[in-house]
């Protein structure tokens, strides 16, 4: 039998499976021509994308160059205070000529470790050692610090700062401030509008600068989380698309101004660039279309030409297997040719099928009558060498004799009963023990030279299905040891004489157990130990069911034990 099939709720149908395989051969194709359209996309994604980017640089690049010269000046200038620092009024007054030499600057000057103003161009003595502004100059020691409200300007700046060393130890700062100025965001370039703010911001968030028609207030809440996106913000110039607050989906550009220190931002609207998507969408959709126009055509050419004949094929298959009716195929006008051939196949095979069984029932029956006959014939045979026994039993005097013929004559019996239940059974090639061996017990008592209620017969027979070959040397084998049982059973004074049979199967092992009592009757040396022939017989018995049998005696029992496994049917005896 075929293992059941791997398909899902009928996906392991023939229709389906090429209808599948014809997809995936025409899927190819369409990817295809999708892939080139999201390339298309792709470069115009990327071509607004640089034009975003580099809106946002033309509007920070003087800024950026002017704090890159600006932090070059103020490198210099901290060398120069760290020899100047004796003469406090020759240094304020290289601050102050520092401040004219760059209108930007405001404020520059030399702030010890202490946070006192040593000497600038201005504020001379102004203790900073409280403002949060020096803190970050202590905890940083040197870049780019914003202030909505400078310590001595009291406007909002940008300090570029730088450590004074002397022998390579720290002393002390060298500050500049530059007042913050509003970016000069360029009018509309063609195809991409102005954006909502562009702003200059430090590492840590805080802003410097913002050129927007709105106000910082407005501006604020629309910004990233700037934790979120600080290594995307500071590892160059980058694009960023967020939901705002309003709900709303944003651009955000950023750039570098001075790399890891200051960087500028644009929000836009997501409005600012089209990709095109309306053309993307009607290029994926046309090979879509034409993908499934092609799955569909395949589907009703399969199921037209082949699935619904084999459908056909397949219910007449099952009604032969589960009926052995034959039913007439309808529609075959146009069946393929290689359909027509498997039909007509499937026809002569169910033919030949029916005629073959036919055949086969007569001669199972024929079989059948012929072994009921020989096992009928075997038992009156058996019988009849029975009567004949029976007949020399009346004219035998001797008692030794007798009792010898009547032990034959149980073995023979034995045999006729064996007989008479293999051709009464419906399975002539197996025999019930149980039935087997109530037959043998009721034949050995009624043959027992004992009166009716005199010995208690306990059995207790499980009923096992046996082969000829092993229920034969079994019957025998009962036969003997049932028949010694009553010969030598006997009991204590005051208690009957008991006699108990048992058969039980436990996973293909087979135990036979035959007790019986003893007492005053018993007859002396002749048991089952001694060399008779009841005893050979009983060896060669187990010996042909190749199992294990013990006897032993104790406390006035007398027991007889068989274990063997059932085995299948051998040619041998």
Same mark, same amino acid.
Do not use: C
């Given at each position: 039998m075929l293992p059941g099939g791997r398909g899902i709720d009928g996906l392991d149908r023939l229709d389906v499976r090429l209808v599948a395989l014809l997809g995936l051969a025409l899927l190819p194709i369409g990817l295809i021509a999708m892939v080139q359209t999201y390339r298309v996309i792709d470069n115009a994604d990327e071509v607004a994308r640089a034009a975003l980017i580099g809106h946002t640089v033309n509007a920070v690049t003087d800024q950026r160059e002017a704090l890159v010269q600006m932090r070059g000046a103020a490198r210099i200038a901290a060398e120069i205070v760290a020899t100047s620092l004796e003469d406090q009024d020759a240094c304020s007054a290289n601050m102050v000529r520092f401040t004219r030499r760059f209108p930007s600057v405001s404020f520059a000057g030399y702030v010890d470790n202490d946070g006192l103003v040593r000497c600038a161009s201005s504020g001379?003595?102004?203790?900073?050692s409280d403002n949060p502004v020096y803190r970050r100059w202590i905890s940083e020691d040197a870049g780019f610090f914003a202030s909505s409200q400078g310590a001595v300007s009291g406007m909002p700046v940008v300090s570029v700062v730088e450590p004074v060393r002397i022998d390579g130890r720290s002393i002390g700062f060298f500050g500049v401030s530059i007042p913050q100025a509003p970016l000069n965001i360029g009018s509309e370039e063609a195809g991409i509008e102005s954006?909502?703010?562009?702003?200059?911001?430090?590492?840590t968030g805080e802003v410097l600068s913002l050129a927007s028609a709105a106000s910082m207030t407005d501006i604020l809440p629309l910004l990233p989380d700037f934790?979120?996106? =600080?290594?995307? &913000?500071?590892?160059?110039?980058?694009? +960023?698309?967020? #939901?705002?607050?309003?709900? =709303?989906?944003? &651009?955000?550009?950023?750039?570098?101004? +001075?790399?890891? #220190?200051?960087?500028?931002?644009?929000?836009?609207?997501s409005s600012a660039v089209s990709t095109g998507g309306l053309t993307a969408a009607s290029a994926i959709l046309f090979p879509l279309l034409m993908w499934l126009v092609s799955i569909g055509v395949a589907y009703f050419a399969v199921h037209r030409l082949v699935v619904r004949h084999i459908r056909q094929l397949r219910l007449r298959i099952r009604a032969f297997t589960t009926t052995r009716r034959v039913l007439p195929f309808r529609d075959g006008g146009d069946l393929p040719s290689e359909l027509r051939e498997v039909v007509e196949a499937f026809e002569q095979l169910t033919e030949r099928i029916l005629r073959d069984e036919a055949d086969l029932e007569n001669s199972l029956h024929e079989k059948d009558v012929l072994l009921k006959e020989v096992h009928h014939r075997v038992k009156n045979n058996l019988q009849l060498i029975s009567s004949m026994m029976n007949m020399q039993l009346r004219k035998t005097t001797s008692e030794e004799t007798?009792?010898?013929?009547?032990?034959?004559?149980?073995?023979?019996?034995?045999?006729?009963?064996?007989?008479?239940?293999?051709?009464?059974?419906?399975?002539?090639?197996?025999?019930d023990s149980a039935q087997l061996i109530a037959d043998l017990v009721d034949q050995i008592t009624a043959n027992a030279d004992v009166s009716d209620g005199a010995i208690d017969l306990q059995t207790d027979i499980q009923s096992v299905a046996l082969y000829p070959d092993q229920a034969v040397p079994l019957s025998l084998l009962v036969t003997e040891t049932l028949t010694n049982a009553f010969k030598y059973v006997g009991s204590q004074?005051?208690?009957?004489?008991?006699?108990?049979?048992g058969l039980t199967e436990s996973e293909g092992t087979v135990t036979l157990c035959c007790e019986n009592s003893l007492g005053p009757r018993f007859a002396g040396d002749a048991g089952l130990g001694a060399s008779g022939l009841g005893s050979q017989l009983m060896q060669a018995f187990v010996m042909q069911?190749?199992?294990?049998?013990?006897?032993?005696?104790?406390?006035g029992r007398h027991t007889v034990t068989l274990v063997f496994d059932t085995s299948e049917f051998t040619d041998e005896l």
């Open positions: 001379i003595g102004t203790d900073l954006p909502l703010a562009t702003l200059t911001m430090t590492r934790d979120r996106f =600080r290594g995307a &913000i500071f590892g160059g110039a980058r694009q +960023i698309v967020e #939901e705002g607050p309003d709900g =709303r989906s944003y &651009i955000y550009t950023t750039v570098p101004i +001075i790399p890891g #220190e200051i960087f500028a931002m644009s929000i836009w609207r007798r009792s010898l013929i009547r032990r034959l004559q149980d073995r023979v019996l034995g045999l006729a009963t064996i007989h008479r239940n293999l051709y009464r059974a419906n399975v002539l090639s197996r025999v004074k005051d208690e009957r004489p008991w006699i108990k049979l069911l190749d199992g294990r049998m013990t006897v032993r005696e104790s406390e």
